[in-house]
């Protein structure tokens, strides 16, 4: 069955730094792969997604992955953090339902605390 | 503006009541869907709908119905609350063909 695996659920990095939340997928065919983010007391908006184009994927808000098969990963990056990404990301994966259709399975989550 | 939007946004229940909670996407999406959200548990699907008329069960259904009269609508019912069911729950839609959904805001549900 099609998951996915987010390491560490609490982040914390200095403000400007290097932000890293690890995903890893497993998956038997090539999958699609997302990344929200959820700021405090609010629904889920959609940072990038991954649907077997290019490799490495950009989105909102300076962030990107990267989808290394070998690595089965899609770790999430941004090159330097800022106050106002403290938020809880989630990696998903989208399965396909028996008979059609899909959903998205979701990592456990990924807490960002940014710090000054 | 376009979307998915739930009611109500918070509500407290005394074990045992009963509630609706409302969906309503004007996307025109065929696919709709329940999730439930713990700590650190991620989130879970309920029960989710691939058209009008048609439901069925995700990870977590035990305790929860859902219908599907409309293309517009997926209420979530609740018959009888338990403090297991205290949670945030989201409702979502997806179009057809492609790979976007778009979630609603989210129903915070306390159960004492």
């Known amino acids: 069955a099609q998951s996915v695996t987010q390491l560490g659920s609490h982040v914390s990095v200095s403000e400007g730094a290097l932000v890293l939340l690890r995903c890893n997928y497993s998956s038997s065919v090539p999958p699609y792969l997302f990344w929200y983010v959820q700021y405090p007391n609010q629904g889920l908006q959609l940072l990038l997604k991954?649907?077997?184009?290019?490799?490495l994927v950009k989105g909102i808000n300076g962030f990107e992955a990267e989808f290394k098969k070998s690595e089965t990963s899609f770790h999430l990056t941004k090159p330097s953090a800022h106050m106002s990404d403290a938020a809880e990301y989630f990696c998903a994966v989208s399965v396909e339902f028996t008979g059609g259709g899909n959903k998205l399975t979701f990592g456990t989550g990924t807490q960002l605390k940014v710090e000054l | 503006n376009a979307g998915v939007t739930q009611t109500p946004k918070f509500r407290i229940l005394k074990i045992g009541q009963s509630m609706t909670l409302q969906c309503t996407q004007d996307?025109?999406?065929?696919?709709m869907y329940w999730y439930r959200q713990d700590p650190g548990m991620g989130l879970k699907l309920i029960y989710y709908s691939v058209g009008a008329g048609i439901t069925d069960k995700g990870e977590v259904p035990n305790g929860y119905n859902v219908s599907r009269s409309t293309t517009e609508d997926f209420p979530l019912r609740l018959e009888l609350a338990a403090p297991s069911q205290t949670s945030v729950y989201f409702c979502a839609s997806r179009e057809l063909s492609g790979d976007g959904y778009t979630f609603g805001s989210g129903t915070r549900l306390t159960v004492v």
């Open positions: 996307m025109n999406h065929n696919y």
């Open positions: 991954y649907t077997s184009a290019a490799t």
